[in-house]
């Protein structure tokens, strides 16, 4: 009886000393858990660097966790890094095949990417999986707003809105969509609701502002017009043209001063902007101040010769979309003409075709501290310090 109490001790002891070594060797679900926490309060600060470092390091304990390379794809598609956002989420996507709004987040890095095939691939997947998903409906929406279908893309939009109906930014690309068709009745009260949602958003009150513009002989429809564009200017890119719009404004009211002070303001963000040229020179014309009207005339001219060679080089891209050479001009005609948003579209195509081209990091660097992302301007001067210059003959 003790001999065999003995041997059963004996073989519960080696049962138990196995299963502990498993234990401890073995990699535990959730161990990355505190680095992913960490992550979400770096994100709560707005700290994406330090998110971008707890999830990597959440990710070398738990690299089968597809969890934290979702997450990680989201930080980079916030920090407006789309290919290597997009490799995140294929590989969570990869990991956790069941999961759409993975599969939506995907989609929306390719859209940005410009791999129209195969974000559509991606949305395809996410349909399956939940047929009425708002997220997937809103990046398909954007695909076709690129793709210049507006009508599809506003069916889509108010399909996000019927199923999501907190979800502002439909409400403003809707808008966008019914102003550009001249519907100004139908995005005036979709805008309205959209500013209901969101009341500081620049966005949605840029496009009030050129909404109640369009009908501004009327006295109270100015007003409005006057008071949604000067809203719309705190911290928005395309703060030149809202300077305009208020300058087209003032000078339809006949209130020469208040137009030069605005086209000025235009002026002095974005030099070569025709609309703002071609105004202050009405109102210098109007002030009989001759030399002056001329001087602005002939710049109007420059900036109308500009904007064409931009289209030209526009269209020659997408015929030769290989071509590195015709980007970088593009590129250097978008920025020389104050074109920031359209400069950070051709330089992020390029270095997507070429991720070591140093000059089109230090183009985008550029690109990063005009519009304030300092964090990204440095990255990028970090990365192109690094690559060897281009060898001119």
């Known amino acids: 009886m003790t001999r065999r109490l003995g041997i059963l001790l004996a073989l519960l002891l080696a049962v138990s000393v196995t299963g502990l070594w498993r234990w401890v060797s073995a990699p535990r679900q959730g161990a990355g858990f505190t680095h992913s926490a960490a992550s979400l309060a770096a994100l709560e600060r707005g700290d994406l660097a330090g998110a971008e470092r707890e999830l990597r390091a959440a990710i070398l304990i738990e690299p089968e966790s597809g969890d934290y390379h979702a997450e990680l794809g989201n930080v980079y598609l916030q920090q407006a890094r789309f290919s290597v956002a997009a490799a995140e989420l294929e590989m969570a996507a990869f990991m956790v095949p069941n999961r759409p709004h993975v599969h939506c987040q995907l989609a929306q890095a390719l859209v940005d990417d410009r791999r129209r095939s195969e974000a559509l691939a991606a949305l395809e997947h996410a349909f399956r999986k939940q047929p009425e998903c708002a997220h997937a409906l809103s990046v398909q929406a954007e695909q076709f707003l690129r793709d210049d279908n507006l009508t599809q893309a506003l069916t889509l939009y108010r399909n996000v809105i019927r199923l999501a109906p907190d979800f502002a930014l439909a409400y403003e690309k809707a808008g966008y969509i019914l102003l550009e068709s001249n519907q100004l009745t139908e995005a005036r009260e979709i805008?309205?609701?959209?500013?209901?949602?969101?009341?500081?958003?620049?966005?949605?009150?840029?496009?009030?502002?050129?909404?109640?513009?369009?009908?501004?002989?009327?006295?109270?429809?100015?007003?409005?017009?006057?008071?949604?564009?000067?809203?719309?200017?705190?911290?928005?890119?395309?703060?030149?043209?809202?300077?305009?719009?208020?300058?087209?404004?003032?000078?339809?009211?006949?209130?020469?001063?208040?137009?030069?002070?605005?086209?000025?303001?235009?002026?002095?963000?974005?030099?070569?902007?025709?609309?703002?040229?071609?105004?202050?020179?009405?109102?210098?014309?109007?002030?009989?101040?001759?030399?002056?009207?001329?001087?602005?005339?002939?710049?109007?001219?420059?900036?109308?010769?500009?904007?064409?060679?931009?289209?030209?080089?526009?269209?020659?891209?997408?015929?030769?979309?290989?071509?590195?050479?015709?980007?970088?001009?593009?590129?250097?005609?978008?920025?020389?003409?104050?074109?920031?948003?359209?400069?950070?579209?051709?330089?992020?195509?390029?270095?997507?075709?070429?991720?070591?081209?140093?000059?089109?990091?230090?183009?985008?660097?550029?690109?990063?501290?005009?519009?304030?992302?300092g964090d990204q301007a440095a990255r990028e001067f970090a990365i192109a310090y690094r690559l060897p210059r281009a060898v001119t003959q």
């Open 191 to 373: 805008l309205q609701r959209g500013l209901n949602l969101a009341p500081q958003s620049t966005g949605m009150h840029a496009l009030l502002g050129e909404v109640y513009s369009r009908t501004a002989d009327d006295p109270q429809a100015s007003r409005l017009a006057e008071t949604h564009l000067k809203l719309a200017l705190p911290a928005n890119p395309e703060a030149a043209k809202l300077h305009a719009d208020l300058g087209k404004l003032y000078l339809r009211g006949n209130d020469l001063q208040a137009a030069r002070e605005e086209f000025g303001k235009a002026l002095s963000e974005h030099p070569y902007l025709g609309e703002a040229l071609y105004g202050l020179s009405r109102v210098a014309s109007r002030q009989e101040l001759r030399a002056e009207a001329a001087s602005l005339s002939k710049r109007y001219e420059s900036s109308q010769k500009l904007e064409r060679k931009i289209g030209d080089l526009k269209a020659r891209a997408l015929a030769e979309p290989g071509n590195v050479a015709l980007r970088i001009k593009l590129a250097h005609a978008c920025l020389a003409s104050g074109l920031l948003l359209e400069a950070a579209r051709a330089l992020d195509e390029l270095v997507r075709l070429d991720p070591a081209h140093r000059e089109a990091r230090e183009l985008r660097a550029q690109v990063y501290l005009t519009r304030g992302l």
